[in-house]
C-alpha cells in the first residue's frame, strides 16, 4: 500500500505540475487580456484551451539551433536545471494531508536551496549564449535572484518561529488555530515580493526586460530550449504561489471543501493575483529595485523577524 | 503605495469593461461607404463600358500596378483590350479613382482579397468589370461629352448646342 502510494503520487504531482504550467499559459494569456479589454487566445479549441498544445505543437516542430559562437554543453544544460530544480521544489509542498512526496523535516530549507539553484539556470543560460544582452540578463539576473532570497528567507523565520518547525506539514497543522498571514502580515508582503523577483515576473523582469535587454538571459535561445525556460517560469509562478498558501495561509485547511479544493482554490487565486500584478505594474529601474530591497525590504524583514522573536519569548 | 494598489484594483475593475476586440470573421468591422477597397471597373445606365482607356489611372498610379491597351470598336467607342490591376502592388491611395474622367474605376468598400497564391492576385478585365453604374448612377459619358459616336452625332449631346456654321455669318 506504502509503496503503491509513492509511486503514484510522485507521478500525479508530475503530471498535475506540468498539466498546469500548460494551462497557466492559456489561463495568463486570457487574463491579461481581459484586464487589457481584449479576448485572448479564444480559437483554438472550447475558449481557446487548446491553444498551449497548439504552442508546444509549434516549439517542438521549431528549427533546435545553438549558435556557434556559444558554449554549447552549457547553452543546453542550462534550461533543464531550472525545470528540474522548480519541479524538485514541489517535492516538499504538502497537497493535502498524506499527499506529499517527501514529508522533509527540512523542507522549507530544501524550497530555498532548490530556487537558489534555479539561478544558475538563468546565469549559466545568459553567460553561455556569449553575447551582450544574454549576459546582462544573466548578471541582472544573479543580483537580483540572490539578494531577493535573502529576504525570502528571513521574512519565512517569523512562519518557522511560530509553528516552530521547517517541515511545511507541521507549518499547515500549526495553523488550524488561525492562519499566519495575520500575524505575520508584513513577513507574508515580503514574501509575495521576493516570489514575484525570485520568478522573475513582470515587475521584477529585468533579467529579461524585453525594451532593453531584446530579452535578457534567453535571447538567444529557440525552440524547445526556450519553451523549457518558460515552463520553468509558470512551474515556478505555481510553486510561489503553493508556498504562499502553505506558509500564510493554511494550505489544505479550510470548511466543507475537501483538503486538495481548499489547496487548488487557494494556489489558484495567488496565481490570478500574480498576473494581475503583471498587467498593472512597470517595470522599476535597476537601480531602485536594487535600492528597494536592500534599503526597504531587508529592514522590513529583520524588524518582523525580531519582533515575532521577541513577542514569542514574552508571550511563552 | 497607496497608488499602486489603487492602480493594480483599477485593472482589476477592466475585467468587466466592454472589449474593444472585433471578433472579426463572425463580426463585421463598420467601413465608412467611401471605404477605399477592391477596385472594380463600373458601366453606364445603359450597360456599355465606362473605360475610355485613356491610361490616366496608369500614369496616376503611383506603384504602376495598372496595365492595359486602348482599341476603338465599330462604333468609335474607346474602349480597353484588356485591362489588368496587380493587387499585389496596389496600395489602394485611389489616386486612380481620382484620375479616372469617366467615373470608371472606382474603389470599393471591400478588404476581403486574401488569396494563397500571389498570381491569383492580378485581376484580369472579367474580374474587375461589374454589371453596374457604380456610385454615379446617372452617369454616361457618352451622352454629356461632345464625342461623335455612331448614333450620336455632334449636338446631340445632354445640354449640347448643335455646333456652330463657322461659314455663316448668322449670329
Known amino acids: ?316 | 503605495m497607496l497608488g499602486t494598489l489603487k492602480s493594480i484594483w483599477n485593472v482589476f475593475l477592466h475585467l468587466w469593461h466592454r472589449k474593444e476586440t472585433v471578433q472579426y470573421p463572425e463580426e463585421k468591422p463598420y467601413l465608412p461607404p467611401r471605404w477605399r477597397g477592391r477596385i472594380i471597373l463600373s458601366r453606364d445606365p445603359d450597360g456599355g463600358e465606362r473605360c475610355v482607356a485613356c491610361y490616366l489611372c496608369a500614369v496616376a498610379c503611383p506603384v504602376d500596378c495598372i496595365a492595359l491597351q486602348a482599341a476603338e470598336d465599330e462604333h468609335g467607342r474607346r474602349y480597353p483590350e484588356f485591362f489588368r490591376i496587380n493587387f499585389s502592388r496596389c496600395i489602394f491611395c485611389g489616386f486612380c479613382e481620382d484620375a479616372c474622367p469617366t467615373y470608371a474605376i472606382q474603389l470599393t468598400p471591400d478588404f476581403e482579397m486574401a488569396e494563397y497564391r500571389r498570381e491569383n492576385l492580378v485581376y484580369e478585365k472579367d474580374d474587375l468589370l461589374i454589371s453596374g453604374p457604380g456610385k454615379y448612377s446617372g452617369y454616361n459619358y457618352y451622352r454629356v461629352a461632345g464625342l461623335s459616336i455612331s448614333g450620336k452625332s455632334k449636338g446631340d449631346a445632354d445640354n449640347e448646342r448643335p455646333p456652330v456654321d463657322t461659314r455663316s455669318l448668322m449670329p
Request: glycine share 10%; charged share 10%; net charge neutral.
Open chain 1, 1 to 316: 500500500m506504502n509503496s503503491i502510494a509513492g509511486i503514484i503520487i510522485p507521478i500525479g504531482v508530475l503530471v498535475a505540475v506540468l498539466t498546469i504550467a500548460a494551462g497557466l499559459i492559456w489561463l495568463e494569456r486570457r487574463l491579461l487580456a481581459f484586464w487589457q479589454d481584449r479576448f485572448g487566445p479564444n480559437r483554438v479549441g472550447a475558449y481557446g484551451l487548446l491553444q498551449p498544445l497548439a504552442d508546444a505543437i509549434k516549439l517542438m516542430f521549431k528549427e533546435d539551433w545553438v549558435p556557434p559562437f556559444a558554449d554549447k554543453p552549457v547553452f543546453i544544460l542550462a534550461p533543464v536545471v531550472i525545470v528540474i530544480t522548480v519541479i524538485m521544489a514541489f517535492a516538499v509542498i504538502p497537497f493535502a494531508p498524506g499527499i506529499v512526496v517527501t514529508d522533509l523535516n527540512i523542507g522549507l530549507l530544501f524550497f530555498l536551496g532548490m530556487s537558489s539553484l534555479g539561478v544558475y539556470s538563468v546565469v549559466l543560460g545568459g553567460w553561455s549564449s556569449n553575447s551582450k544582452y544574454s549576459l546582462l540578463g544573466g548578471l541582472r539576473a544573479s543580483a537580483q535572484m540572490l539578494s531577493y532570497e535573502v529576504f525570502m528567507s528571513i521574512s519565512v523565520m517569523g512562519v518557522v518561529m511560530m509553528a516552530g518547525s521547517f517541515n511545511l506539514v507541521e507549518i499547515v497543522e500549526a495553523q488550524r488555530a488561525g492562519w499566519f498571514w495575520a500575524p505575520q502580515f508584513l513577513g507574508m508582503i515580503i514574501f509575495i515580493i521576493a516570489g514575484l523577483a525570485e520568478t522573475r515576473r513582470l515587475p521584477f523582469d529585468l533579467p529579461e526586460a524585453e525594451s532593453e535587454l531584446v530579452a535578457g538571459f534567453h535571447s538567444e535561445y529557440s525552440g524547445m530550449k526556450f519553451g523549457l525556460f518558460f515552463v520553468g517560469e509558470y512551474i515556478g509562478i505555481t510553486l510561489v504561489s503553493a508556498m504562499i498558501v502553505t506558509l500564510y495561509f493554511g494550505g489544505w485547511l479550510g470548511p466543507f471543501l475537501p483538503p486538495l479544493a481548499w489547496f487548488s482554490i487557494k494556489t489558484f487565486l495567488f496565481i490570478c493575483g500574480f498576473i494581475l500584478l503583471r498587467a498593472a505594474l512597470p517595470r522599476p529601474r535597476y537601480d531602485q529595485l536594487m535600492s528597494y530591497g536592500w534599503k526597504i525590504l531587508l529592514p522590513i524583514a529583520m524588524a518582523n523577524l525580531l519582533i515575532t522573536g521577541a513577542l514569542l519569548l514574552s508571550g511563552g
